[in-house]
């Protein structure tokens, strides 16, 4: 487990919380039959964890064809996300004073799996970074930052840690004002589900 993401996981969770322990929960949920819900960005998740604070676990399983690009956008809390498989892109995005970049952004509320989005205005947001984050690896986004990350390899597999709510709204780049209908849990396809297992497990081939 990365260091990053083990610190958050010390203080979220219980502290004896080992990487074996948390792989083989992620390992018993890749399989035939298990719900998964598409996010609206494209990912399917399914939640792993809870702890007493109201921080979470989630597995995320994103692929090149679902997402191939992810909107600016923020979280209502901090985030921690350990890549498993796979590689993703995490592009950081920055406010800045100037009437030029202006792109549309909507807050969205959640309620019950489903979201309604707030005021639409325009701010002005500059690419502030990019980083490739492979299996192994791990990154935090800070409460309120814009970001946007995506699948750079087939598939891709995250742990992703999420701190209880810090009392705002997630706010997303592109996004029509309005409610938006609840959110779907179905299974895996059967080719994900492979594409998985192979991703997660080790090669034992001999050398």
Known sequence: MPDL?????RRHFNSAMSSAALLQDVR???APGVPFVRHPLGFAYH???E?????YMRLHVWTRQTVPVSTPHTHSSDLWSWVLGGTLTNENWRLVRSAEHLTPVCDVAHSHGARTAQDRRLVPLVQDGVSVVSAGSSYKVPVGRFHASYCTTEI?????LR???AGRLATVAGLE?????ARVAAPLATAELAAIH???TPDESPP
Do not use: M, N, Y
């Not at 702890?51 to 921080?55: D, F, K, N, Y």
């Not at 004002?177 to 209908?181: A, L, V």
């Open 177 to 181: 004002s309005g409610p938006h209908k």
């Open 198 to 200: 192979q991703l997660l």
């Open 28 to 30: 018993a949920l890749i």
């Open 163 to 165: 701190a209880p709510p």
């Open 51 to 55: 702890g007493e604070t109201g921080a």
């Open 156 to 160: 891709c597999v995250t742990l992703v």
């Open 5 to 9: 993401f083990a610190r958050a996981v």
């Open 47 to 49: 939640r792993l964890r």
